[in-house]
């Protein structure tokens, strides 16, 4: 940008108008698509295009917009990098700070017989938070001497989260400059374009009356514990306490289900509660762990049928709402 | 000589140790990064949010209020001494703890003791869920360090340290390992590139030691060749620990992991040839009339037996308090003691961590199993009054089993 002495202000110049359409159509793919495309071979609109497209989705100023612009960079990302050399992925893995080698084949036990890379296991454990296929478990990885073996496709995976991470950490930045109108006018446009979109995605709210039926085997176990008083860790407390607050159960209503506790406290119980609703500290609303780490911690009583199709117990809940609702289209039982 | 409460007593030998003790305890590294937490012997109130600057500053307090507990937090904070969500959170250290309470141990726990809050109704072993005679819940529990709990949790310890060394290439100086001064071991490692991991990342660090979510078929087994014994990673571990099961399992233990009386029996009569064929021809096709779903259950077997058994709450937790090496544990009066790796094998906790060397005074034991302390082994006692080395009074009044005689004079 600075090398071509473009100027911010100069955006709604008419010289550089193929640049910011490019940038309004990037973040327009995103919506619409949940991908932006390739069109390298406009190489320099391509670069230009990028940062400007971050700044109207930073003007945007709506988070899911952003989240959702970011993931699709990455997909960009991932398509251009998978074809990529090996040679060229160590470059762009470097420009990340990851130590990633080629991978030693070692003879004798054909240990990575599959695979092309080598990385330490941190730069790997920072870029799969988000991966949920069971294949990218570290369990479930040959590793060795701290550093886990990958093959070409999937460091170039890994390493379009480093670009949706990068993204999102720039489009989290407070703005800083004023945009010509001719661009805030596409930002709000883009805006618009967004919230008509996300109107038609399947928004469920969640209903005001909480069903017990409907409830995962995991929150249904906690909670036939807490109605009969059973002691229940503080991993499971929290499990409990931040889905039925989820769920749209009042806070009194939260506390009334610890109450058979033979150490119950109102005061402590209202305290967490309370907390975990919002309405204290740092007034964060907590949300539930998701299963995996609930197996993690041996609160996971085992999988039933619909929980191999969600990884969230709320998912579960929303999932379950829907098949009780199509099986009985009078009112479902509740609590 | 005015009389005292135990509570007391217990704190003025406390304050003595400490006294002789002090520069022996260390503060951690980066300490003015660190929270800094006291359990205090008074109401057994936790002081803390406190943060120093200085060895010194760190000792004063330690000696001003001598606490019954000394922890600091594995995280690094820009400004330690705020309330939690104002602290800064830059990072935090990798803990693993292994606690015998978290291990099945061959002792079942028989020295442990609880009572029923409600009806008093009591009992031994690991306590109950629910009170066999009233149905409470709340209980008072003792639990005792043995050396059966402690033989297995240091068997899981070394499990531990050789899955950080050769999986995660952990070097021995990136790992500090103790003895906690009660019923397991704590490994803390510091390395610069682990400190950034959050909650999720740990949390996979936590499955991959104890083999949650593995899935077998990642490591070639659909193929019909499976790992070889001498495989890094859980590729070997599968292969070493389906091999230990198949070689050393009994006929209870093979129905015990749901496989049919008839598999079982014929796992016991062909294990010569098992051994034997997996070394010409590697494993999984050697036994006739075992199916993919008895192998998948001696492979979860495999993977029970090679898994790690530790706490997965600390080492997922990024805020986690630990216990300060060479501090006292106000449940034992033992101290923390930290070993180095290449020793824990030979190492004794319960000769090694004794902090009270000298001396001897009489007590009134309530209760208590027998026990073995440094070379000597006491007990059980039960309603008696006794004479006994400090440390083994101590830990009997630490343990709420005892009360100081009357007429007891300490002798340093």
């Known amino acids: ?335 | 000589m005015n009389k005292i409460s135990t509570q007391e007593f217990i704190q003025q030998r406390f304050a003595e140790y400490y006294k002789q003790n002090l520069s022996s305890i260390q503060p951690p590294t980066t300490m003015e990064k660190r929270e800094f937490a006291f359990l205090l012997f008074k109401e057994r109130a936790m002081l803390r949010h406190k943060g120093f600057k200085t060895a010194e500053d760190f000792r004063d307090l330690l000696q001003n209020v001598v606490p019954s507990d000394v922890y600091f937090s594995s995280a690094y904070y820009e400004k330690p001494e705020e309330e939690m969500d104002a602290k800064g959170w830059m990072g935090a250290d990798l803990i693993f703890d292994i606690d015998a309470d978290h291990i099945p141990t061959p002792c079942n726990k028989q020295h442990d003791t609880w009572s029923c809050k409600n009806c008093g109704v009591t009992g031994r072993g690991t306590k109950p869920e629910k009170c066999p005679k009233c149905g409470g819940q709340k209980f008072v529990d003792v639990s005792w360090p043995c050396p059966i709990c402690l033989g297995s949790a240091k068997e899981q310890t070394m499990k531990l340290i050789d899955v950080l060394d050769e999986d995660f290439g952990l070097s021995l100086k990136e790992m500090s390992l103790a003895f906690s001064g009660h019923r397991g071991y704590h490994v803390h490692v510091e390395k610069e590139t682990i400190r950034t991991l959050d909650s999720i990342a740990r949390k996979e660090i936590v499955d991959y030691v104890l083999g949650i979510g593995l899935e077998p078929a990642v490591y070639g087994f659909e193929k019909g060749e499976g790992p070889k014994l001498e495989d890094t990673g859980w590729k070997g571990r599968i292969a070493r620990g389906t091999y230990e099961f198949l070689l050393t399992a009994t006929q209870e233990q093979l129905e015990k992991a749901q496989l049919k009386r008839k598999t079982a029996s014929q796992i016991i009569q062909q294990r010569e040839e098992i051994v034997e064929s997996w070394k010409q021809k590697g494993p999984w096709k050697t036994l006739k009339g075992i199916g993919p779903d008895s192998w998948e259950k001696i492979i979860r077997q495999a993977i029970e037996r090679q898994s790690v058994k530790i706490d997965t709450v600390v080492t997922t937790d990024v805020h986690r308090l630990i216990r300060l090496a060479n501090t006292l544990h106000g449940e034992t009066g033992l101290k923390k003691i930290e070993v180095p790796v290449n020793e824990i094998e030979g190492f004794d906790p319960l000769k090694n961590a004794v902090a009270f060397r000298q001396g001897a005074m009489t007590v009134d034991v309530s209760d208590a199993p027998q026990f073995k302390l440094g070379d000597h082994v006491y007990g059980p006692y039960r309603n008696q009054r006794v004479e006994l080395p400090t440390a083994a009074a101590i830990l009997f009044l630490c343990k709420g089993a005892a009360k100081i005689a009357e007429e007891t004079t300490h002798v340093p």
């Open chain 1, 1 to 335: 940008m600075q090398k071509l002495d473009l100027k911010i202000t100069e955006l709604d110049n008419p010289e550089y108008s193929r640049i910011v359409d490019r940038a309004e159509k990037r973040i327009e793919e995103a919506i619409l698509y949940a991908m932006v495309s390739d069109q390298t071979r406009n190489s320099e609109i391509e670069i230009l295009s990028f940062p400007i497209a971050v700044m109207m989705a930073t003007a945007a100023n709506n988070p899911f917009l952003q989240r959702r612009y970011a993931l699709a960079e990455a997909k960009r990302a991932y398509n251009i990098l998978k074809q990529e050399s090996r040679q060229k992925l160590t470059e762009v893995a470097q420009v990340f700070n990851w130590k990633m080698k080629p991978a030693k084949i070692d003879a004798a036990t054909s240990q990575a017989a599959a695979s092309d890379f080598a990385t330490h296991f941190t730069n790997y454990l920072k870029n799969t938070g988000n991966l949920r296929e069971s294949k990218w478990k570290l369990v479930n990885r040959t590793m060795r001497s701290g550093e886990v073996y990958l093959s070409k496709d999937e460091a170039a995976r890994l390493l379009a989260e480093e670009v949706r991470a990068h993204v999102e950490k720039k489009l989290d930045l407070k703005i800083g400059f004023t945009l010509p109108e001719a661009v805030t006018k596409r930002g709000d446009r883009l805006k618009q374009l967004f919230l008509v979109k996300k109107g038609q995605m399947r928004r469920e709210e969640m209903p005001k009356e909480t069903t017990v039926d409907a409830f995962p085997p995991c929150i249904s176990q906690l909670y036939n514990m807490a109605q009969t008083g059973r002691h229940i860790s503080h991993i499971a407390r929290f499990a409990l306490t931040s889905f039925l607050i989820n769920s749209g159960m009042t806070v009194e209503n939260v506390i009334e289900c610890f109450r058979p506790a033979s150490d119950f406290s109102e005061r402590m119980t209202r305290y967490q509660v309370e907390h975990i609703a919002g309405d204290r500290g740092s007034r964060t609303k907590y949300i539930p762990p998701r299963c995996d780490t609930l197996r993690t911690h041996g609160v996971c009583p085992g999988m039933d049928e619909l929980c191999g199709k969600v990884r969230h117990p709320l998912a579960y809940y929303r999932r379950k709402l829907r098949i009780i609702k199509t099986q009985t289209p009078t009112t479902a039982t509740r609590a």
